[in-house]
């Protein structure tokens, strides 16, 4: 699988911001994307538990308001707040912590755009990682949709999955996408050389590799 790592980072827009969310100190991965599709083909392939599998992981539970679902190997949460087709809020709940994410559909001339936040409280991992502890992992699900609008096929492969994440190809992705998280939160904190170090340790995390400078 060789995907055209400048063309799929280059779809993203990010930005990162800081608020208080239920009284506490967060920062909000944003990443939003266009593609090729309606809103209401974008949202099935979003919310249809038939289609969730093709583009990102097997899904179980309930989809629907209130109700709770858990992804196949991954976060679990809460559906808080559902309006076909334009906006789903849920709770991401992984390894004992809480954050929360919220997707917004809109059409744009004859394509869709899609913006997802993830909020997240401000901790040591953030400290460590930034906001591409997250990010990286949200554009490689959104490169998965792009291939699925597109004709990808299938169910997700979770093995060739594995081994195009550490090919070449895949370690590129992720260097790149870190880097350009690094550059959304240079933007909100202003402190260019940490939020370097950060996306480094990122990508090194995406990659299996030594951050630079470590021993």
């Known amino acids: 699988m060789e995907i055209d790592v400048a ?11 800081a608020k208080v969310h239920e009284g506490v100190d967060a920062r909000v991965v944003v990443a939003t994307r266009t593609y090729e599709t309606t809103v209401e083909d974008l949202w ?6 038939e289609r969730i599998p093709r583009w990102f992981l097997p899904v179980s539970g309930e989809l629907k308001l209130g109700g709770r679902y858990q992804l196949q190997g991954n976060a679990g949460g809460t559906v808080t707040a559902c309006v076909p087709p ?8 992984f390894g004992g912590q809480v954050s929360w994410v919220n997707v917004t559909l809109r059409a744009k001339g ?12 401000v901790n ?8 591409g502890a ?4 949200w554009e490689l699900s959104l490169l998965g949709l792009d291939r699925h ?7 997700v492969d979770p093995a060739q999955a594995q ?17 350009g998280w690094g550059e959304a939160h240079a933007a909100l904190d202003g402190d260019p050389q940490a939020a370097r170090a950060a996306a480094a340790r990122t990508a090194a995390f995406y990659t299996g590799e030594p951050p630079p400078g470590a021993a």
């Open 163 to 179: 081994a195009w994440s550490m090919s070449e190809n895949g370690k590129a992705f992720a260097r790149a996408s870190a880097a």
């Open 149 to 155: 609008l597109t004709g990808g096929g299938g169910a």
């Open 134 to 137: 997250v990010g990286v992992g």
């Open 7 to 17: 063309r799929q980072v280059g779809a993203v827009v990010r930005e990162v911001k």
């Open 110 to 121: 004859e394509a869709a755009a899609l913006e997802l936040e993830h909020i997240a409280p």
């Open 124 to 131: 040591e991992f953030w400290g460590q990682y930034g906001p």
């Open 44 to 49: 099935d392939a979003l919310t249809n538990p």
């Open 86 to 93: 334009r906006s789903l809020s849920l709770t991401w709940e």
